[in-house]
Every structure is written in structure tokens, then in C-alpha cells.
């Protein structure tokens, strides 16, 4: 079993829908979670992040995090072309106040026009 | 605020030969990292360090990768030599005191031949 694993798509959803993109991860002591947008040949990019069971919004993305499931999910509401990339889920490793990120491997999303 | 700086951006060299990146966090960020991202994968944590002292470093390659960070601020990752498996993108990246959260430089785009 992968650390932290992610579909890796391509998820397709048409412009103006919400885009739901799942992660699971196997480290129960995991405490910090997020989520990077990667556009193809750039660095990835912070955009959220999430450290409390429930929804974190910040405008247009919404963080979901059960720890007692290990999944942790990304909402984009209004999903515009330009959010055509791929998200890449990362968990802290081993708890408290480790910087130790493992990433998954990304979910390409594609917004159709 | 500048973001994390690296050089050079491209690099191509034959194998066996020896290569070199630099790396520039942001200002005040004590935490320095440098990873390895394969096409179709999440970067891989090579190295962390806490200001000058590198903390985690047990997945660099030690037989031929090595790695200095000497006033704490940037840093220089080398592999010597070089093998057609290293051709993959070198990320660095920084993070704040007491944080987790990771900031990404542009990369190197390392092509082995």
C-alpha cells in the first residue's frame, strides 16, 4: 500500500462545475495535509492546506479532511479552464512537528470549455 | 517577497560527468529541501535541512549525490557522477519557522545522456 494515494485521471469536468479530487493516506499519525496545483513544466504550488477534521474554505477551493477514514479531498467549485493541471495530495509523516511531507503521485484534472 | 531561487534551470550532461545545483530560500526560512520529481510522479524528499544541519537525509544516495548547506541560508546539491537514471527534475524548497508548509523553487531539469 502506497503512503498516500490519489487517482491519477485525467478527471474531466466541463467549466462552472465542481471538481472533487480524493486522497487517502496509511499514516494514522499523520496531523498536516495539503494540496498542491502543478501546471505542466512548473513547480508545484501551495493552495491549501488542512490540519482539523472538517471544511476549510478559501474562495473558490474547499479542503475536507476524516482523519478517522484517512481521506482527505479538495473541492473546486466553479471550475475554470485555467484550473486545467495536476493537484498533488501531501501528509506530514509521523506526526507532531515533523516537516516531512510524502507526496502522492497527482490527479491530473482537465476543465473543459 | 522573492520566492526560492534555484540555478540553473536546465541542465544537460553526459554520463558519468559531474553537475551541481544551487539553490535560494526565502528570506527568513530556516528549513531548506531538496527533492526529486520523476515525469508522472510526486517530488521525493532527497534531503531536509534545519538551518545548516541536514536532519533527514536517508534518502539521498550517498555513494554518488552529496549535499552542503554551510551559513544556513543556500545550498548546493551535487551528484558525481551522474547515471542515465538521474535525468528527472531537482525541486528545492523552504519552509518558515515552525511551519510545514512548503514553498517551491522553478527546478532543475536535469537530461543524463
Known amino acids: 500500500q502506497k503512503e498516500v494515494e490519489q487517482n491519477s485521471g485525467p478527471l474531466s469536468v466541463p467549466e462552472g462545475a465542481i471538481a472533487s479530487l480524493n486522497c487517502t493516506y496509511s499514516?494514522?499519525?499523520?496531523?498536516?495535509f495539503f494540496w498542491y496545483r502543478q501546471y505542466s513544466g512548473k513547480s508545484p504550488e501551495l493552495i491549501m492546506f488542512i490540519y482539523s477534521n472538517g471544511d476549510k474554505e478559501d474562495g473558490r477551493f474547499t479542503a475536507q479532511l476524516n482523519k478517522a477514514s484517512q481521506y482527505v479531498s479538495l473541492l473546486i467549485r466553479d471550475s475554470q479552464p485555467s484550473d486545467s493541471a495536476t493537484y498533488l495530495c501531501a501528509v506530514n509523516q509521523g506526526g507532531g512537528a515533523t516537516n516531512k511531507l510524502i507526496f502522492g503521485t497527482g490527479t491530473l484534472l482537465a476543465v473543459q470549455p | 517577497e522573492a520566492g526560492v531561487v534555484q540555478s540553473p534551470r536546465y541542465k544537460i550532461i553526459e554520463k558519468k560527468q559531474p553537475v551541481a545545483f544551487w539553490c535560494n530560500p526565502i528570506?527568513?526560512?530556516?528549513?531548506l529541501y531538496w527533492y526529486l520529481q520523476n515525469l508522472g510522479q510526486g517530488p521525493e524528499l532527497l534531503i531536509r535541512?534545519?538551518?545548516?544541519?541536514?536532519?533527514?537525509d536517508s534518502q539521498l544516495p550517498k555513494d554518488r549525490f552529496s549535499a552542503e548547506r554551510l551559513k544556513g541560508v543556500d545550498s548546493t546539491l551535487k551528484i558525481q557522477p551522474a547515471e542515465l537514471g538521474d535525468s528527472a527534475v531537482y525541486l528545492c524548497?523552504?519552509?518558515?519557522?515552525?511551519?510545514?508548509?512548503?514553498?517551491f523553487g522553478p527546478g532543475t531539469r536535469l537530461t543524463v545522456l
Open positions: 524548497a523552504s519552509s518558515p519557522p515552525s511551519s510545514n508548509e512548503q514553498f
Open positions: 499514516d494514522r499519525g499523520s496531523q498536516s
Open positions: 535541512y534545519e538551518n545548516e544541519e541536514a536532519v533527514d
Open positions: 528570506s527568513g526560512h530556516n528549513t
